[in-house]
């Protein structure tokens, strides 16, 4: 990962293993392998007679010289994918919908609870850092609420608030916090920007899964009407503090643009809708980028670009969706 200033730019590194010998020994077979930084993301040119490698995304410049010198201190870096808790697809969603049958008739307690967020914002406090941030919410809550009873509209909010945190927490995100019917969760990237945005993008496409081929199938089953989502995403440099009211109430949060950009973000999505910041787009693997296209939000969208104040900030919609029309099949 190169890193500019933590609060303005940042990139990742891609590299790609290219086998370049092989020896068969006593029935093993060994390959010696050589990294290249990917040239589907990078463009090779030349600055100053220097070999330099430029970001197609972000067009940060990367002086391959200067990459040779810092390779010795990146021992113990990881520059594989870091995968998530549980990354089969298919099996996940398998555990989703067993776990929603299981519990349907059940009551969720969540006495005694403690939140693992609590400790990743003591860790923020008093400094910038930078998190990928998600807010999920329930498509057209108030409509729903009209069509059930409070029972059922209850069990509603709490199914979906439940299997959107547990898509968060199986992406190695945190749940900040419940709003209602909105979820917003953070994925920390200060140690590891490539594997966090790639995590997070991925939990948002698992999330349209879950509704649309878990939730949905059962609410079906059950005469309920079916559910909608609108996401946002986005990265950028936040800080947590706490925030109250002596003697009356308290609580730590986070603070700063990039929360309230999200926010705005997601109350632009549409039905089932997947919208993220340019920052984030930039910043995911190329793989990902080919399910984004940009998005047209009207003359209405007028947030600035975090960095670039000037500017209108690009939205990107995200058309990833896994494809499992016979993922509970025996």
């Not at 409509?143 to 709490?158: F, N």
């Not at 047209?296 to 494809?323: C, N, S, V």
Request: charged share 30%; proline share 4%; aromatic share 10%.
């Amino acid at each position: 990962m190169a890193k500019n200033d933590q609060k303005k730019h940042v990139s990742r590194m891609d590299f790609i293993m290219k086998p370049i010998s092989s020896v068969e020994t006593d029935g093993s077979l060994y390959v010696k392998f050589v990294l290249e930084l990917d040239p589907k993301r990078y463009d090779t040119i030349e600055i100053n007679g220097k070999r330099t490698y430029v970001d197609k995304s972000t067009r940060i410049a990367i002086i391959e010289e200067e990459l040779l010198k810092k390779l010795p201190s990146m021992n113990g870096v990881p520059i594989l994918y870091d995968r998530p808790k549980q990354s089969d697809y298919l099996s996940y969603l398998k555990e989703r919908k067993a776990e929603l049958a299981e519990f349907w008739d059940k009551k969720l307690v969540l006495d005694d609870f403690t939140n693992p967020v609590e400790h990743i914002l003591n860790k923020l406090k008093d400094k910038d850092t930078q998190v990928v941030i998600i807010y999920v919410d329930l498509e057209g809550s108030s409509r729903l609420s009209s069509e059930v009873d409070d029972d059922i509209y209850i069990k509603i909010i709490k199914i979906f608030l439940m299997q959107m945190a547990k898509v968060i927490d199986n992406y190695k995100g945190f749940v900040l916090k419940p709003v209602g019917d909105c979820v917003i969760g953070i994925f920390p990237a200060e140690d590891n920007f490539p594997n966090t945005c790639d995590n997070a993008i991925q939990a948002a496409m698992i999330m349209r899964s879950v509704v649309e081929d878990v939730i949905n199938p059962v609410f079906i089953e059950k005469g309920l009407p079916k559910i909608g989502f609108h996401i946002g995403l986005d990265i950028g440099s936040v800080r947590a503090d706490r925030f109250g009211a002596p003697e009356i109430a308290a609580i730590d949060d986070l603070i700063g643009y990039p929360m309230n950009l999200v926010a705005k973000i997601q109350s632009k999505a549409g039905h089932n809708d997947v919208l993220l910041g340019r920052r984030l787009f930039e910043l995911l693997h190329n793989s990902w980028q080919a399910f984004c296209e940009k998005a047209d939000l009207g003359d209405d969208w007028m947030m600035r670009d975090p960095i670039d104040k000037d500017e209108i900030y690009k939205i990107y919609r995200f058309h990833g969706k896994l494809a499992c029309d016979h993922y509970d099949e025996k």
